[in-house]
C-alpha cells in the first residue's frame, strides 16, 4: 500500500463549490504538506503543518484552507472554487533530520500521487 | 528569497548519449539538496538528497553533486524508462522546500 494517499483523484466541479481534498500517511511523520502543480510555475507551497496544532500558510493560501485531524491526515479545502485554482493539487509528509551539531536540516518530503482538480 | 533555476528546460538524448541537468540555487542556509522524479500526472519520486557540498550519490544510471553555488544529476547511459520530469529543490528556513521548475528529459530508443 501507498505511504501517502490523496482522494480523489480526480475532480471536476464548478464555480462558487465548496471542495474538500483529503491526505493520508502511514509513515508516521509530523510534518505535512499540501502544494499545487501548474505548467510553467513549479511545485507551490499552499499550506503547511509541522504537528496537529501547528499549521502555517505558504506563499499561495488565499482562496485555500486547511484541517490537520490527526497525525496521519491533512485536508486541504477550497470554500469557493474558483477556474485558476484548476491544477494538480499533492499532499506531501516529512519527517525531521538532525545533524551532528544539533542543527537541523530540512528533511525528505514524500509525495502522494496527486489530485488533478478542474474548476468549471 | 530561495530561488532555484534549472537547465536546460528541455533535453532530448539517444539511449546510450550520457548528459547532465544543472540546478543552480541561492538560499540564505542551505538546509538540504532534493532531486525528484516525476512522471507525468504523478507525484514526484525522491532520488536523492544532499546536505553538504562536495557530496556525490548515485543510484543506478543516476548520480547528483552538489557545490555551494548548484547541483548536477548526471545521466550514465540513459534508457527510454529513464524519460521522465526531475525536479531540484532546496531546503531552506523552515525546513520550507523551494522547487525548481523542471527539466523534461525525453531519451529515444
Known amino acids: 500500500d501507498a505511504d501517502v494517499t490523496q482522494t480523489p483523484r480526480n475532480r471536476i466541479t464548478k464555480t462558487g463549490k465548496r471542495i474538500m481534498l483529503e491526505c493520508s500517511q502511514t509513515?508516521?511523520?509530523?510534518?505535512m504538506y499540501w502544494y499545487r502543480q501548474d505548467p510553467g510555475l513549479g511545485l507551490r507551497l499552499i499550506y503547511y503543518s509541522f504537528d496537529v496544532k501547528d499549521i502555517n500558510k505558504g506563499e499561495i493560501s488565499d482562496g485555500y484552507s486547511v484541517s490537520r485531524q490527526a497525525q496521519a491526515k491533512f485536508s486541504l479545502s477550497l470554500e469557493s472554487a474558483i477556474p485558476n485554482q484548476t491544477a494538480l493539487y499533492f499532499c506531501?509528509?516529512?519527517?525531521?533530520?538532525?545533524?551532528?551539531?544539533?542543527?537541523?536540516?530540512?528533511?525528505?518530503?514524500?509525495f502522494g500521487p496527486g489530485t488533478r482538480l478542474t474548476v468549471l | 528569497e530561495d530561488q532555484v533555476t534549472q537547465s536546460p528546460e528541455a533535453l532530448r538524448l539517444q539511449e546510450g548519449e550520457s548528459s547532465s541537468l544543472n540546478c543552480s540555487y541561492t538560499?540564505?542556509?542551505?538546509?538540504?539538496l532534493f532531486w525528484y522524479r516525476q512522471d507525468p500526472g504523478k507525484g514526484p519520486e525522491f532520488l536523492f538528497t544532499?546536505?553538504?557540498a562536495g557530496e556525490e550519490k548515485e543510484k543506478e544510471r543516476l548520480k547528483a553533486t552538489l557545490t555551494k553555488k548548484e547541483s548536477f544529476l548526471h545521466i550514465t547511459a540513459p534508457k527510454p524508462e529513464d524519460s521522465a520530469t526531475y525536479l531540484c529543490?532546496?531546503?531552506?528556513?523552515?525546513?520550507?522546500?523551494?522547487f525548481g521548475e523542471g527539466t523534461q528529459l525525453t531519451v529515444n530508443p
Open positions: 544532499l546536505y553538504s
Open positions: 506531501a509528509t516529512s519527517g525531521i533530520t538532525w545533524g551532528a551539531s544539533g542543527s537541523e536540516f530540512t528533511d525528505t518530503q514524500y
Open positions: 529543490a532546496v531546503g531552506g528556513s523552515g525546513s520550507r522546500l523551494t
Open positions: 509513515k508516521g511523520h509530523d510534518r
Open positions: 538560499v540564505s542556509g542551505l538546509r538540504g
